[in-house]
């Protein structure tokens, strides 16, 4: 009998671990948020995932259950787990992915490199802060943030006003002056084994990433997957975890976000490494042998295709974008939103990055993206 | 709003058809057999392909018809079409697929190079061909053979005696010398283009594609393009063709059989190829430009997996034959049983053609297949 899956959360992340599923022999559920969802296709269910029984009935129809996004209560994972269930990555890993000041607090504790931060609960706590760092500094809420939002750089006390109003526990950070954004992808597997891509570069724009460059140019960068190894085996973390880093001048590497989940900055994949981060996702959760990671091309630019009003879904703009040889559309099956993700091209080259740009910007252009 | 493509058969065709339709942003459904199908998670409907009231109410439900298999009968594509209803392949092409002495007609007709056939309608007109052809003919039911079945070589008109008895027209061809077998892929969209992939060589066992390797070795083959070409824009053909051919001892090439669908043939397109057999189908039935078509890898290998008894699904194996890199394993979801096409693996090196096969036999070792 072969294992079922269940991934809770329906959009572009499950959608693209279907038929990597299928492909390993596995069945796939997936419990959606709402009826038109990105993973639809595999949408066994559709409920509310902070709802425990929801996610209990959900959990008794699969054998390992796995995420789309980190948003689910620690306390209803805790709760499966008490009762058996196989959750992967446990709550245990996830914590960390979860509430950043659990997960700057744990990174500090491995030695492993940060930016300078402090937990805030007081207007004092972030004064002092400030005072330590020039009178700039980046607030955070610990929990559910993302792309841009639950960020904010401050510079006195009253920016933060509303934010300290709330009463709950804040983070801060120093400012770091980075030179570029570099993701490290890996996975590791429930029997421990670990395999890592090569480190790309990120590019953001207004806190949403925005390109993606495979490899990292110029990055000699071993120390990226390091520090990747050093947290998937420190933090417990099964499935594909996503390190975001800040690159300084004098080339040292921080630590900035962590996921633990397939990640934005690893769509390149899909075209551009043996094994997609999506598969890897699944061997590692389903305890499966990892796959080669080695890249298929020398070079792979991956741009995100972001809702630019509420007509264009992009698709009615396939039968020109198709005709740039080279580029690979996805697109997420979402009605249309200004900014919101509705897709990426993967642009692939052995040449230079800067053709598989070039073909990518051209696709995208052809998509009126 | 996006097109939805609608497939008629619910095998591993239709199955390995969902990911690309999703990819071009289109909607898909399957119309399947039974409710254990391979492409069960877009089966949206179970039913008699045979039945037109069924075909039909599947028909209005989407924006393109077109098949996992060509066994629909003509009769109901002709009267779908009559009602306005978009099939692609069209009634006008399939039936060649269908009946192959309407095709062996049809290819003279054209010129182009078939072995020497004749209709048989009586044990005269067998025994005329015989005569001709030093005693000894390979005889065919025009409809429903496949993978040998329908097929047979005799040497007398005694060993037809059960074929003949039935008083259906019969198809008997000269038993080629073929030194090897070939298999030209290619597409053709609505709109006309007409694209190809490299010439593969297959390997039957038992009248069972049990290897294709591509491209085929020492194969300087341009004329097979042009055979697919004349053949797809002659007979009409929209969607993938599949011209599978004999090469003679002095080099000739003799078209065998014709597929109007993906094509057991093209798997090795999945990695193989930038836009797979199935990407391709998809965009030239719904008339998007067609991908291209460059190898990815210089060489690749594809064993089938066919049953090897009522019980290894292969899915078993997986934790052992995932650890084969450079192998991937794709099963079809089907139960066990011996002589079936269960799945499929595609091993591809840069380096030779024989890395390729070993790394296939490996994989197809581990899985005990």
New interface residues.
């Given amino acids: 009998m072969?294992k079922t899956i269940g991934v809770i959360g329906g959009g572009q992340l499950a959608?693209m671990m279907?038929?990597p599923a299928?492909?390993?022999?596995?069945a796939i559920k997936v419990l959606a948020e709402n009826e038109g969802s990105s993973a639809m296709?595999?949408a066994t269910s559709v409920g509310d995932y902070t709802d425990y029984e929801t996610v209990r009935r959900f959990a008794e129809r699969v054998d390992v259950i796995t995420f789309d996004h980190e948003h689910v209560p620690l306390n209803i994972l805790e709760k499966l787990e008490a009762e058996g269930f196989n959750v992967q990555p446990s709550s245990s890993a996830l914590r960390f992915a979860q509430n950043k000041l659990a997960m700057r607090q744990k990174l500090s504790e491995l030695g492993l490199p940060v930016p300078d931060w402090a937990e805030v609960n007081s207007s004092v706590d972030l004064q002092t802060f400030l005072d330590k760092h020039n009178g700039v500094a980046v607030l955070k809420t610990p929990t559910g943030g993302y792309d841009g939002k639950g960020v904010k750089i401050v510079r006195s006390v009253e920016d933060a006003s509303d934010w300290l109003a709330k009463g709950q526990p804040l983070l801060v950070e120093e400012k770091v002056d980075f030179v570029r954004e570099l993701a490290q992808l890996s996975a590791r597997n429930v029997s421990g084994d670990w395999s890592s891509w090569q480190v790309v570069q990120t590019i953001q724009v207004d806190g949403v990433c925005s390109e993606v460059l495979s490899p990292a140019p110029h990055a000699d960068i071993t120390s990226a997957a390091i520090i990747a190894k050093r947290i998937a085996e420190g933090l417990g973390v099964t499935g594909v975890l996503a390190v975001e880093m800040f690159e300084t001048q004098d080339g040292k590497l921080l630590i900035n976000e962590l996921a633990m989940r397939p990640h934005n900055s690893g769509h390149f994949s899909i075209e551009g490494s043996?094994t997609s981060q999506f598969e890897q996702h699944i061997?590692a959760v389903a305890d499966?042998?990892l796959?080669?990671t080695a890249p298929?091309?020398a070079f792979s630019v991956m741009l995100n295709l972001l809702g630019v009003d509420d007509v264009n879904?992009?698709?009615e703009h396939?039968?020109e974008a198709?005709?740039v040889?080279?580029a690979h559309?996805?697109?997420y099956?979402k009605s249309a939103r200004k900014g919101r993700k509705m897709g990426h091209i993967t642009a692939v080259s052995n040449s230079s990055i800067d053709e598989a740009r070039l073909i990518a910007l051209k696709a995208k252009e052809a998509l009126h993206a």
Same sequence: chains 1, 2.
């Fill in positions: 072969s959608r279907i038929t299928q492909e390993l022999g596995l296709l595999a043996t061997r499966l042998p796959g080669d298929t091309t879904t992009f698709v396939y039968p198709l005709k040889q080279g559309i996805h697109t099956g």
